[in-house]
Structure formats: C-alpha cells, structure tokens
C-alpha cells in the first residue's frame, strides 16, 4: 500500500495535473499545472485541442499567456467553427492565429505583441497599437472582423 502511494505521488510530481474543458464547438482548453518536487504547482501550459469524431489534434501547447495591459485579456474564441486564439512563440512574443477545420492552423497577426488594448466579442477582434509610446485609443485600430475570422 504505501509502495502505491508514493508511486501515485511521484507520477504526480514528475507529469502534473491536468483538466479539460470545452471551450465551445468541437474546441477543448487542457491547462497542465507542473510540479517539481515536493513544492505547490510552479507554473502551467495551455494547449487547445480540436476534436470532431474520433479525430483528435494538439493545436497548440503555448497558448493563452497574455499578459501585459489589463485591456488587452483575450486568449480565445470561436468564430464560426474557428478557434482564434493567442499563442506565444520560444520568445514569448504574442501572435493571433485561427484554427480552422478545413485549413488547420493559420497565423493571423505576429505582431499581436505590439497592442496595448484589444477587444474581443460577437462582431471580431479590434487591435489598438500604442500611439507615440503611449496607451492612446488607436485612431486606426487593426480590425479582423468575426465574418473574416470565420472564413480563413
């Protein structure tokens, strides 16, 4: 019995934890809490799952980290029976991609980095960039329309 125990432990302490939830459509949130050693959960990844039948795939393990500006909170939608979603590369620079059922995955903006406010709702994505350095609304916000986003 406590041979079991610490096996059940170790196996915790070394893979994590993870939960999954839907996220709407055929679209599943995995979050994976990491342990080292004997220490509360250090840190955690997001990966976003497509699965439609008995088709399963990862699209991405970097996604959701956002960070930053209070305004600038997305980490995901569904437009159509797309998934946008932020995802952040091996320099933790931001970047806006969709996934689509019939395209996979598509990079839609890599310099979602370089916005200080973006909202998110029914009618798309509206990126405002800084204005001379500061977090000024963007007289000309860069926009990706839901129609657009459903599309691609």
Not at 20 to 45: A, D, Q
Not at 91 to 98: A, E, I
Request: charged share 25%; glycine share 12%.
């Amino acid at each position: 019995m406590r041979t079991c125990i610490v096996t059940v432990l170790l196996v915790l302490t070394i893979t994590g934890c993870a939960r999954l939830e839907r996220v709407g459509g055929p679209y599943y949130l995995r979050r994976e809490e990491h342990w080292h050693g004997w220490e509360p959960p250090s840190g955690s990844t997001w990966h976003f799952i497509y699965k439609d039948g008995g088709l399963n795939v990862e699209i991405t393990d970097r996604a959701g980290m956002t960070g930053g500006s209070t305004y600038r909170q997305f980490t995901h939608g569904i437009y159509g029976r797309n998934l946008a979603y932020i995802e952040f590369d091996r320099g933790y620079r931001l970047r806006l991609f969709v996934y689509s059922e019939r395209h996979g995955r598509i990079l839609v903006d890599p310099a979602y980095s370089s916005y200080w406010k973006v909202i998110a709702d029914d009618t798309g994505i509206t990126c405002h960039r800084y204005q001379e350095g500061r977090e000024s609304d963007d007289p000309t916000p860069v926009v990706y329309g839901a129609a657009y986003l459903a599309e691609l």
